[in-house]
């Protein structure tokens, strides 16, 4: 944070700044907070932009395709296919056209909404400041309603999957695993436990791990200049291993619940 930002407001008013979303209502069409249907617009619209670069930029590679020596574009494209494909191979059981394609949209796109930590605090904020918009937060997996959606879309395709897979088989499977028929209040209970834990764990750890990181970037900014480039540099490189792996993690969980929705016991 430089001086100016710094005789203007107080540190926890700075962390606040940054914490505040900007903010649409659909009913009053008007910006900030003004009932329930309020957009958290900042999350919506970074969404939006990632998620139709990482599309352009696959259509470009899909239709400059080539047979012979790859692009570094395209190579890299390829790995990254290559990955997700060995990671659904060795981890679904079922059979399905779906998974392979889901958990790539899933790692890539995850990936870099999590890469907007990466930029400079006060960079959007500040750009948007000159437009008129006082709030804005760079990163979507830091704002819980997106983590959560994310999950959800997940939780319903688990749903889907095992009623579509096991029918009525998964009537006898909720009513007598693991304790048997005669138990069946209890297997009931452990079963709506069991699949109302997995969008939490989806959306919570994501967040979670995000939000952090999030504020020990805000933390920093709040140093003199002179001494945000030593902890700033740490944190970014070892934060770009974290983008990584909660990249990964919600990739492989999803991969790992859907296969738990195609197998019979």
């Given at each position: 944070?430089?001086?100016?930002?710094?005789?203007?407001?107080?540190?926890?008013?700075?962390?606040?700044?940054?914490?505040?979303?900007?903010?649409?209502?659909?009913?009053?069409?008007?910006?900030?907070?003004?009932?329930?249907?309020?957009?958290?617009?900042?999350?919506?619209?970074?969404?939006?932009?990632?998620?139709l670069?990482?599309?352009?930029?696959?259509?470009?590679?899909?239709?400059?395709?080539?047979?012979?020596?790859p692009?570094?574009?395209?190579?890299?494209?390829?790995?990254?296919?290559?990955?997700?494909?060995?990671?659904?191979?060795?981890?679904?059981?079922?059979?399905?056209?779906?998974?392979?394609?889901?958990?790539?949209?899933?790692?890539?796109?995850?990936?870099?909404?999590n890469?907007?930590?990466?930029?400079?605090?006060?960079?959007?904020?500040?750009?948007?400041?000159?437009?008129?918009?006082?709030?804005?937060?760079?990163?979507?997996?830091?704002?819980?309603?997106?983590?959560?959606?994310?999950?959800?879309?997940?939780?319903?395709?688990?749903?889907?999957?095992?009623?579509?897979?096991?029918?009525?088989?998964?009537?006898?499977?909720?009513?007598?695993?693991?304790?048997?028929?005669?138990?069946?209040?209890?297997?009931?209970t452990?079963?709506?436990?069991?699949?109302?834990?997995?969008?939490?764990?989806?959306?919570?750890?994501?967040?979670?791990?995000?939000?952090?990181?999030?504020?020990?970037?805000?933390?920093i900014?709040?140093?003199?200049?002179?001494?945000?480039?030593?902890?700033?540099?740490?944190?970014?490189?070892?934060?770009?291993?974290?983008?990584?792996?909660q990249?990964?993690?919600?990739?492989?969980?999803?991969?790992?619940?859907?296969?738990?929705a195609?197998?019979?016991?």
């Amino acid at each position: 944070m430089n001086t100016e930002t710094a005789s203007a407001i107080t540190p926890a008013q700075y962390v606040q700044h940054h914490l505040d979303h900007l903010l649409f209502n659909l009913n009053s069409m008007s910006f900030g907070n003004n009932g329930f249907w309020t957009l958290n617009l900042d999350t919506v619209l970074v969404s939006l932009v990632t998620g139709l670069i990482i599309a352009t930029l696959l259509r470009v590679v899909a239709v400059r395709m080539t047979a012979g020596v790859p692009g570094k574009l395209q190579n890299f494209v390829e790995i990254i296919i290559e990955f997700v494909q060995k990671s659904v191979t060795d981890t679904f059981h079922g059979t399905s056209k779906i998974i392979a394609p889901l958990a790539l949209t899933i790692f890539v796109w995850v990936f870099f909404m999590n890469v907007m930590d990466l930029l400079p605090i006060d960079l959007l904020p500040r750009a948007l400041a000159a437009v008129g918009f006082t709030h804005f937060k760079n990163v979507p997996t830091a704002d819980p309603n997106m983590t959560f959606a994310m999950s959800i879309s997940v939780f319903v395709l688990i749903i889907f999957y095992n009623f579509k897979i096991k029918g009525w088989h998964l009537a006898k499977e909720v009513f007598t695993k693991p304790f048997g028929i005669y138990l069946f209040p209890l297997n009931i209970t452990f079963r709506l436990v069991e699949e109302f834990v997995k969008p939490l764990s989806l959306a919570l750890r994501l967040f979670g791990n995000m939000f952090a990181g999030e504020l020990v970037f805000i933390l920093i900014a709040l140093l003199p200049w002179w001494a945000q480039w030593l902890p700033g540099g740490i944190w970014s490189i070892f934060h770009i291993l974290i983008i990584s792996i909660q990249a990964f993690i919600f990739m492989m969980l999803t991969i790992v619940y859907l296969s738990m929705a195609h197998d019979k016991h």
